[in-house]
């Protein structure tokens, strides 16, 4: 089962202007589009360093938690 989920944003004039530029010249079907390949392709390039700083930054909270202990 496919899990949708919607979401609404703004953006700045100019980068709406671009996105509607890309629609209208054929690069992509719909602004919809552009964006979930957007997103896409930040996930796919950021999972690993983004999954890297949450753990560390877990590492350095419990390492605080054990040092706090009196």
């Known amino acids: 089962m496919s899990i949708v989920k919607s979401v609404q944003l703004e ?3 100019k980068t709406a202007m ?8 054929g690069w992509f079907a719909s602004e919809t589009e552009i964006i ?5 392709e930040f996930v796919k390039r950021y999972r690993f360093a983004l999954q890297e700083k949450f753990q560390m930054e877990d590492v350095a909270w419990a ?7 009196s």
Do not use: C, F
């Open 63 to 69: 390492m605080r938690q054990s040092g706090n202990k």
């Open 36 to 40: 979930r390949l957007a997103l896409t």
């Open 11 to 13: 953006l700045p004039e």
């Open 18 to 25: 671009e996105l509607e530029s890309l629609v209208k010249n």
